[in-house]
């Protein structure tokens, strides 16, 4: 919602300086003109929310540049410690669920500014409407002319059927006055400036947060007044007696001490002495020529619609460009050597699979053989699961078919994350890899609570103040085998360390896979479910828990592949699946839904240049 707020806003703000722009370059000084174009404008920033949700739009890349995060978050296998294994002398306490408070994030915050404001003008405008109402129902016709004590100045009310109401001392003025007045009153009936001025004001409500959305109001009833009066002097009035009726009017609207808000012929205020200048020096034609018309309609289509129609997005700089700019400096290696594979040696690399960021010094070097490029990409931009198939599918034939040998090789002991960018920059050198981050609307599950107000035992507030461990212990006998280094854990089956994701399975007639942590937010085990779920579509956290927790997870895969004859025992089955362990240990369950989804899109790749 909050991303939804800025697009709409900068949408709207550049339509409206485009706009201006426009008008002033074309010379446009009619002001009948200048508020069918502003209109306009109203009409499209009302209708901006709904179609910057749903409609269609191409890419108008016009926000400041940011450097993209990786795509997933890094299981972290704790290293063995060299010292003997100490013991906790307590368990964490039992402690109860923490209550949510009224508002739990920033956004949710935003929306609740958001909707008091819009209910304070909305009400406003509701209250202004029910009292114009009020006005044209308790109003008498006198001489044909509807005349209301209540009005001090002449006054059109009514957005679908425009009534004009005089004050009871309209039969005081004469003649030439009365007719200026109906005069002016009766254009706006005929161009429907109430309709206009409650729909300005309705704007103004939505998007009461935009100082153009202030400033629209003020200029469509300012432009309102202007076209009635020229309409009135092109009508054959004088225009000093015309600007005298004006200022008669205005004088005795100050002296009530009250103010029109309604479209009204005379509005004291500072737009009165700009009126009466216009008046005094208007010029004989009001119109424009039939030329400078088309050009004027021409001019604000194209330019609102591909503002209108744009989805605003990040402009995106280069892969390596990117991560310059987020790393401070230059991230590329020294030298680097990229061949195709000539032999069918098994692939190999230096570098430790998977997404664990563990990565023993090595001198800077890079060396990988017989890999397929969607390898390189997948190590160079962390993909996995959902978006590495979705990166996948993009490549050409010939990125999953030949093999390449790289050996580069930086400065220093660089960590994982920076061979990352190294190799990032390479593909750009010599594959020519161009690629963008979308954000889309896409199928995900929200990972929400199965009980409001509950979780499940194996999913725990980290409770403050309780010692916690920085590094793992040598297992206990019996857990399993462990896809990292073994990790001890403590009472509840949690692990002995904080802040790691721990990776086990158990070897045994039922392959049971366990996840376990402490001292996480909730971010990074949506993202640990995310990975070892298996899912088709993206996972997104929608339990609204915020703070440190402690979890432990367990499950078999039900889609194990059959076992050969005299290779072992058949897989059992038997155990929780993926959505019962879900729900029984952790308390949690999946919703099918829609969200943003950060995807990848690879705009152009070539085969590798020569060394």
Request: net charge positive; charged share 20%; proline share 9%.
């Amino acid at each position: 919602m909050t991303r939804l707020f800025v697009e709409c806003a900068i949408r709207a703000a550049l339509i409206v300086i485009g706009t201006a722009i426009v008008l002033y370059a074309m010379r446009v000084k009619v002001a009948a003109v200048k508020h069918r174009v502003w209109t306009a404008v109203l009409v499209l920033m009302l209708v901006l929310p709904a179609w910057t949700t749903w409609g269609p739009k191409a890419q108008l890349r016009l926000l400041p540049a940011s450097a993209e995060r990786f795509a997933n978050t890094p299981i972290v296998t704790p290293r063995l410690p060299d010292a003997a294994t100490p013991k906790l002398s307590q368990t964490p306490p039992k402690i109860a669920q923490p209550r949510q408070p009224l508002f739990t994030t920033t956004e949710e915050i935003v929306l609740a500014i958001y909707f008091l404001g819009f209910g304070t003008l909305l009400a406003r405008l509701i209250i202004g409407t029910a009292k114009a109402n009020c006005l044209i129902r308790e109003s008498a016709l006198v001489e044909r002319i509807m005349t209301s004590n209540a009005c001090v100045s002449p006054v059109t009310v009514g957005c679908l059927r425009p009534t004009v109401i005089l004050p009871a001392h309209w039969r005081k003025w004469s003649r030439q006055q009365l007719d200026v007045v109906l005069a002016h009153e009766g254009e706006h009936v005929r161009r429907r400036d109430p309709l206009v001025q409650w729909l300005a004001l309705f704007n103004r409500a939505v998007f009461w947060f935009h100082p153009a959305a202030w400033w629209l109001e003020r200029e469509l009833s300012a432009l309102a007044e202007e076209a009635c009066d020229a309409a009135v002097i092109a009508g054959g009035h004088d225009p000093h007696d015309y600007a005298e009726i004006l200022m008669s009017i205005a004088r005795d609207v100050m002296d009530s001490g009250s103010r029109i808000n309604s479209v009204a012929v005379a509005m004291p205020g500072p737009c009165l002495p700009h009126r009466i200048r216009t008046i005094l020096n208007a010029e004989p034609s009001s119109r424009l020529s039939r030329a400078h018309g088309i050009s004027l309609v021409v001019a604000c289509t194209a330019l609102c619609a591909t503002l209108f129609a744009a989805s605003l997005k990040r402009a995106q700089l280069t892969a390596t460009e990117d991560w310059e700019r987020a790393a401070g400096g230059k991230q590329s290696f020294e030298v680097a050597s990229v061949k195709q594979t000539k032999s069918q040696p098994p692939p190999r690399t230096n570098v430790p699979l998977g997404s664990a960021d563990v990565y023993p010094p090595n001198g800077g070097l890079f060396s990988a053989t017989d890999w397929a490029l969607s390898f390189y990409i997948s190590f160079a931009y962390k993909l996995g699961g959902l978006q590495f198939q979705s990166v996948a599918s993009q490549l050409p034939q010939w990125a999953h078919t030949e093999r390449f040998d790289v050996q580069a090789r930086g400065g220093g002991n660089p960590t994982k994350d920076q061979m990352r960018l190294m190799m990032q920059s390479l593909l750009v050198d010599r594959f020519k890899l161009k690629i963008h981050h979308e954000t889309r609307q896409l199928p995900v599950y929200a990972l929400v609570l199965d009980k409001p107000g509950r979780t499940g035992p194996q999913l725990r507030p980290f409770p403050d103040g309780f010692p916690c461990a920085t590094s793992a212990l040598p297992a206990p006998p019996g857990r399993g085998a462990s896809l990292g280094p073994p990790t001890a854990t403590i009472a509840g089956g949690f692990p002995f360390a904080c802040g790691a994701i721990v990776a086990m399975q158990a070897i045994g007639t039922a392959p049971l896979f366990y996840r376990g942590a402490r001292s996480v937010p909730m971010g990074l085990i949506v993202k640990q479910l995310e990975l070892m779920g298996t899912l088709n579509r993206p996972l997104i956290d929608g339990t609204g828990l915020s703070g440190a927790f402690d979890f432990t997870f367990e499950w078999t895969p039900q889609d194990n592949p059959p076992v050969p004859p005299g290779a072992g025992p058949e897989p059992d089955d038997s155990g929780p699946t993926f959505s019962e362990a879900l729900k029984d240990q952790l308390g949690l369950k999946l919703e099918s839904t829609t969200g943003p989804v950060d995807t990848i899109v690879i705009d152009h790749i070539e085969e590798p240049s020569p060394n």
